[in-house]
Antibody, heavy 115, light 108 residues
């Protein structure tokens, strides 16, 4: 079955870059689908960040677009998120999921922005 | 961006009862690209319904979705104890994808 697992630092300092990786098992990213990132914070609920195809084609939430970079590594069956210039408002649980209606999710990883 | 408004905010019912959750969009959702998710504490959301009315794999038939345009409904015909959770709607017809604020279904 399709499984996703997020990994990355749980604590990031303000103004730095948040970096997370999602490792997919049970399905080859190269076989299709977009792959997305969603975050959840108490203040803003669920927020879609952006999605990427195995070819590297991306689309982003305009509210975050200037700070977000998505990338994919098909050889490792992984895709990644970078969010720059983070503030406390970026503190959230970050999920990766298979797009478009998100039918498979990772367990989520809490990222706290604090000095 | 399409704003999704869910109602009620909290729904208090007993096991065996019928639950009706509403999701209203600020503009028409393209091709009924509307999904419903269930989330329990400490867990990721779980896809229940996509395309407004299609059940995801493994979802019991007591869950059903309906609606089109701007008004959508999730119905749980007979509540089981494991159904008490938070439910979210999401539209994926227009970018940016957006989610509703959630309806908490609690045991009465």
């Amino acid at each position: 079955q399709v499984q996703l697992q997020e990994s990355g630092p749980g604590l990031v300092k303000p103004s730095e870059t948040l970096s997370l990786t999602c490792t997919v098992s049970g399905y080859s990213i190269s076989s299709g689908y977009y792959w997305g990132w969603i975050r959840q914070s108490p203040g803003k609920g669920l927020e879609w960040i952006g999605s990427i195809y195995h070819s590297g084609s991306t689309y982003y939430n305009p509210s975050l677009k200037s700070r977000v970079t998505l990338s994919v590594d098909t050889s490792k069956n992984q895709f990644s998120l970078k969010l720059s210039s983070v503030t406390a408002a970026d503190t959230a649980v970050y999920y990766c999921a298979r797009d478009v209606s998100f039918d498979h999710w990772g367990q989520g990883t809490l990222v706290t922005v604090a000095s | 961006e399409i704003v999704l408004t869910q109602s009620p905010g909290t729904l208090s019912l007993s096991p065996g009862e019928r639950a009706t959750l509403s999701c209203r969009a600020s503009q028409s959702v393209i091709s009924s690209y509307l999904a419903w998710y269930q989330q329990k504490p400490g867990q990721a959301p779980r896809l229940l319904i996509y395309g407004a009315s299609d059940r995801a794999t493994g979802i019991p038939d007591r869950f059903s979705g309906s609606g089109s345009g701007t008004d959508f409904t999730l119905t749980i015909s007979r509540l089981e104890p494991e159904d008490f959770a938070v439910y979210y709607c999401q539209q994926y017809g227009s970018s940016p994808y957006t989610f509703g604020q959630g309806t908490k279904l609690e045991i009465k």
